[in-house]
């Protein structure tokens, strides 16, 4: 059962992946040669850069990507916030395997938004992105602690 889990979310982050690199290679030609590289808070653009900075979150993503994949591959290799006995350690690599997947997909979820909101705001000053950077933030934070208290009911 936890195969076919792992499988189905690998699938789905690689397509994320993929997905990432397809909507900035169809959008690249299209982009103006400068273009907005970082925002501040309220979502206005505060730098400026050319437009090759566009393959930054693609190349970032793949990074994370076969960083995860290594890390879920083996577990031992990971630090985790409680000691790995032989009686616990089944539950808490678990726990880690599937935080990691789940990690990997609001990551690609941030860097999807910002990308989308990176190119709209290219062509449109007006433009707001699609999620907030609060909330995003705030999900990653979340589903940190979330897997926090998890781990330690397997202690």
Do not use: C
Request: glycine share 4%; charged share 15%.
């Amino acid at each position: 059962m936890e195969n076919i889990l792992f499988t189905v979310f690998d699938i789905f982050n690689f397509g994320l992946l993929v997905f990432l690199w397809w909507f900035t290679v169809k959008h690249y030609k299209s982009l103006p040669h400068i273009i907005p590289i970082h925002f501040d808070l309220d979502g206005k653009a505060d730098n400026f850069g050319s437009k090759k900075f566009a393959f930054l979150l693609p190349v970032f993503a793949l990074v994370f990507y076969i960083l995860f994949a290594y890390t879920v591959r083996d577990p031992g290799s990971s630090n985790f916030p409680v000691k790995i006995t032989p009686e616990n350690e089944y539950a808490q690599f678990l726990i880690m395997k599937i935080f990691i997947r789940w990690l990997y997909v609001l990551i690609m979820m941030i860097f999807l938004n910002s990308q989308d909101y990176m190119f709209r705001y290219s062509f449109d000053e007006n433009a707001k992105p699609k999620i907030k950077i609060t909330t995003a933030i705030l999900s990653v934070l979340g589903s940190v602690i979330t897997v926090l208290m998890i781990s330690s009911q397997f202690k």
